[in-house]
């Protein structure tokens, strides 16, 4: 396969996915039903290589581009993987410069509120299987409460919480 095309491919299971295993399903389509180039059994080597190593989940990318084209192939896919990191740069300086237009205002809006969504629906089923007891349920709706009403940064929420739900631990 030709590495641009690979690359390509990549880049669009990369960028249209929301984490890093989510792109789980266009990589198959694409190489292994569409193109070909990529067994069942080769995608399972390849996302359990990427599981066992540190890091994030889409890393497998990386060693689906070896399974695919070797070397080559594995830097296509690392390259697919620091791609939309590089993107966006640009994307906030353009966003900022035009932010004050209404329909770009509500473009910006509307990507939030999916982005809100998406993080909601995949939080949902891990939140499920984690001990979630009444200290947990009550940082997440401290948490919750603290970033829609007022106007606190973020990574004092975060730290907040790490406290709080470390104490018990930490004072037993």
Do not use: C
């Amino acid at each position: 396969m030709n590495l641009v095309i690979l690359y390509l491919l990549l880049l669009k299971a990369v960028t249209t996915s929301f984490s890093g295993m989510s792109s789980l399903p266009v990589v198959r389509q694409d190489l292994v039903e569409t193109h070909r180039v990529l067994t069942d059994r080769e995608l399972s080597t390849a996302i359990a290589a990427g599981r066992i190593g540190p890091g994030p989940n889409g890393l497998y990318v990386v060693s689906v581009g070896y399974f695919v084209a070797g070397w080559p192939g594995a830097v296509a896919g690392l390259l697919a993987l620091i791609t939309p990191a590089f993107l966006i740069i640009p994307l906030m300086k353009w966003g900022a410069r035009y932010a004050g237009v209404p329909r770009i205002r509500a473009a910006i809006h509307a990507v939030i509120l999916a982005s809100a969504g998406l993080l909601i629906s995949a939080s949902i089923p891990l939140t499920r299987d984690a001990a979630a007891g009444p200290l947990t349920i009550g940082i997440i709706a401290a948490s919750f409460t603290v970033l829609m009403f007022t106007k606190v940064e973020s990574w004092w929420v975060m730290i907040g919480a790490a406290i709080v739900g470390l104490a018990p631990v930490l004072f037993r």
